[in-house]
């Protein structure tokens, strides 16, 4: 069964940093495009970093120069590092996993599989 469990998140104060865990069982993530998104409440979900199986990122421009999307294939984990963060970061964090979707997709559409998401507030 594929399971995908976030990790990491937290508050930070504006201009911190935090990074997010997304643990896969029961799949090889080397296999799938992983993307993270965030939901901040009244708002639509965003699509924030993806890593395709192949190893390329994408990033929302929102984030760029920010967030770095990485990927542990030994411990079956992406990770993203938030850098500088900023109170409009807050969100729920999820990760999802799809198998043979590009990453402009996935972040767009959205993933068959999630995560139960990882709460980060940005806030002094």
């Known amino acids: 069964q594929l399971q995908l469990v976030e990790s990491g998140g937290g508050l930070v104060q504006p201009g911190g940093s935090l990074r997010l865990s997304c643990a896969a069982s029961?799949?090889?993530?080397?296999?799938?495009?992983i993307g993270w998104f965030r939901q901040a409440p009244g708002k639509e979900r965003e699509g924030v970093s993806c890593?395709?199986?192949?190893?390329?990122?994408n990033y929302a421009d929102s984030v760029k120069e920010r967030f770095t999307i990485s990927r542990d294939s030994a411990n079956n984990t992406v990770y993203l590092q938030m850098n500088s963060l900023k109170p409009e970061d807050t969100a729920v964090y999820y990760c999802?996993?799809?198998?043979?979707?590009?990453?402009?997709?996935?972040?767009?559409?959205?993933?068959?599989?999630w995560g139960q998401g990882t709460q980060v507030t940005v806030s002094s």
């Open positions: 999802a996993a799809e198998r043979s979707r590009p990453c402009w997709i996935l972040l767009r559409v959205g993933a068959g599989s």
């Open positions: 890593i395709s199986s192949s190893g390329s990122k």
């Open positions: 029961g799949f090889t993530l080397n296999s799938y495009a």
